[in-house]
Each structure stands twice: as structure tokens, then as C-alpha cells.
């Protein structure tokens, strides 16, 4: 972590989606603390996030969560010198909660407040664990809402290789995990029931992999042949616990193969051997495990961030935020500004 004179104590805060999240960090002696309120409960019936409720979930659940965290930690708000907030992409409503609210309180206590790019917050989040980054690197960004490939030349500076053309890896998770009547979220579900499937009674199609120069990746199709075989499956009175779990590997086996593929092809088009695999889907243990094997082949090396940091929390947020204000990027105007699909190849410009 980078030192300066006086050390810098960043407040995060994430409420982009389901889950409300605080962290403190200090430029001195790294991350302090961290603390996420999941909404996961809350959504479960009705099989995927609510937007409406979450929104309001977050209205409740932010204020006393940072309340505590700063009590726990015996800190109070005249100790923070910047407070940095998720402005996208991500659920509009949701994200306004944190805006308001950071934007608020930054007013009040006379600190600037930072506008940070969610998904620029899960590709750094290793650094999280000390060490910093060796640039250039390529990301493979796997969460419920997004699909990337992006190439890392330094911080704040991104391209993007490749992205989903329809669902997102998460989603098709999500969507998947719904058809086989498991809980959201789907991704652990599905990885969980997988454990007890035989391989090679079922395959699915790994999409997109024959387009040889194309780092897109597709997923609606897949999550549609899932639909079929059940359906055909239910017809014939076959669809067992057993069978469940085998069709619960070969989905998932499906979306970690097309993902490794296209990183794979990334590293060849690019020359870059270094791949940090980022977000939600990236705590799959399936995709470490097989990734690192591939990789190897070609003396590739993947990074994750530690479980715990590669879902949604503000330790990624207030970290990206002692960057910005480093750099002196951060708000003094105080805007209530967020935007649901801010692109991150150009992460200074919310409006982008
Ligand atoms: O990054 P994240 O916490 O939130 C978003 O910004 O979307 O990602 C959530 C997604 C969900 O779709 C969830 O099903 C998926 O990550 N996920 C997983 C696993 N854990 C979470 N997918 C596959 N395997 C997992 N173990
Ligand atoms: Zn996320």
C-alpha cells in the first residue's frame, strides 16, 4: 500500500445490487474493517433480485451498519477523510442510496466523496490481500450483471476484449439454478449440486467457442437448452434428484469451459500472461481450478482475490477510493450522480 505523510482513512460504501456494504481502509495500515449486510433472504422467493427492494432494503440497512462498523472499530466520522461509493453500473434506485447517502455525509462533515466504477473496484480487489498488481494483466470480470475481458495496461486504464452479448455468467447461473428449482443466488447452488453429478451423461454446447477471433461470449442459448431437457425430461416423468445433479454439471461445466476458453484465446491475442479473474462467479471453485490448469500450459499465471472479496463488498470500493484521492480525482460538488450502465473503458467519466 502506497504511504504518504499524513495517513488517509477512506470510508467504502457498495450498494450497487443485494448486498449493503462497509469498509474503512487507511493508506498506512491497509484495510481495518469491512462489513456486508447480504439481501440474499429477502429475494429468495421470488428467485433473483428484486430492484424495488432492494432500494429499500438499503434505505434501512446502510446507515446502522456503518454506525457499527465505525463503533466496533473505535472510530468516528471526524477520523474519515473521504468517503467513496459505488456509482454504477448497477440497479439505479439501489445505487442512489449510496449516493445520497455518501454524498450526505461527506457534505456535512466538510470531506470530499468519490464516485467509484463497481467493476474497476472487483478487478483490483486482490490488493486487497498487500501486494500490489503487476501491470499490464487481463481480467476476466464474472459477475451476476457482467461478462468481460479487459485488458489492464495500469490503473484506470481499460479495454475491453470481450464481453457477453446476452446473459451474464452469473445470471445464467441464476436463471439455470431457477429451471432446476434450486435457491438464489443460483451460482453456489448449482456448483453445490454439481458435486453429486456424473459426468458425460449430459453435455451442453459451449458457446461461442468456434468463433476463433472473437473474445464475446454467449450465454442465453445454453440457459434455453437447459429449459428444453427439463421440459422433455418432465414429460417422461424422469427428472430425479440424480439427474438433477447431472445436468447441474454439465451446465456449469459448460459456462467455466467457455469462460476459460475465451481467457485462454485473450492470452494468445494479447501475449499478456497474467489474468486476474474477478467478481462473483470468480469464488466458483470449478473455474480456479481448471482455469490454473490451463493457464499453466502457457505459463500463465491467475490471480483471486480471497473468496470473501471477490462478491460484492466495499473493501474493493474504499480501496479504489484511496487510489482516486491519491490521484486527487476526488468530489467536492458534492452531485448526486450514478450511472446504472456506466462503461468501464472510460472510468473518469460517469456519464460515458
Ligand atoms: O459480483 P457479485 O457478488 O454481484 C454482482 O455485481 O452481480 O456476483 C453475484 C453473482 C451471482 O450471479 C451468483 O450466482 C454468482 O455471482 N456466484 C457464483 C458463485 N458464487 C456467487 N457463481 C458460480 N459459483 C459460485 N460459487
Ligand atoms: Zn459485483
Known sequence: MIQSKKTLTILGIETSCDETAAAVIDSGKGLIAHSIFSQATLHKKFGGVVPELASREHIKKLLPLIDELLYSNELQLKDIDAIAYTAGPGLVGALLVGSVLANGLAFSLGIPSISIHHMEAHLLAPILEGDDLEMPFIALLVSGGHTLLVEVQKKGSYKILGQTLDDAAGEAFDKGAKLLDLDYPGGP??????????????????????????????????????????????????????????????????????????????????????????????????????????????????????????????????????????????????????????????????NS
Open 189 to 350: 447452488a448449482v456448483a453445490q449440486l454439481a458435486k453429486s453429478g456424473q459426468r458425460d451423461v449430459y453435455k451442453f454446447p459451449r458457446p461461442m467457442i468456434k468463433t476463433k477471433n472473437n473474445l464475446d461470449f454467449s450465454f442465453s442459448g445454453l440457459k434455453t437448452a437447459l429449459m428444453y431437457k427439463i421440459r422433455e425430461l418432465n414429460k417422461e416423468q424422469m427428472l430425479t434428484n440424480q439427474i438433477k445433479a447431472d445436468l447441474a454439471l454439465a451446465y456449469e461445466d459448460a459456462i467455466v469451459g467457455s469462460l476459460i476458453h475465451k481467457t485462454d484465446r485473450a492470452i494468445e491475442v494479447t501475449g499478456i500472461k497474467s489474468v486476474v479473474v474477478a467478481g462473483g462467479v470468480g469464488a466458483n471453485q470449478k473455474l480456479r481450478e481448471n482455469m490454473k490448469f490451463k493457464l499453466a500450459k502457457r505459463e500463465a499465471q491467475v490471480t483471486y482475490p480471497k473468496i470473501e472479496f471477490c462478491t460484492d463488498n466495499a473493501a474493493m470500493i474504499a480501496l479504489v477510493g484511496l487510489f482516486r484521492y491519491q490521484q486527487g480525482m476526488e468530489n467536492v460538488d458534492y452531485q448526486i450522480e450514478v450511472n446504472p450502465r456506466w462503461s468501464i473503458d472510460n472510468i473518469y467519466q460517469i
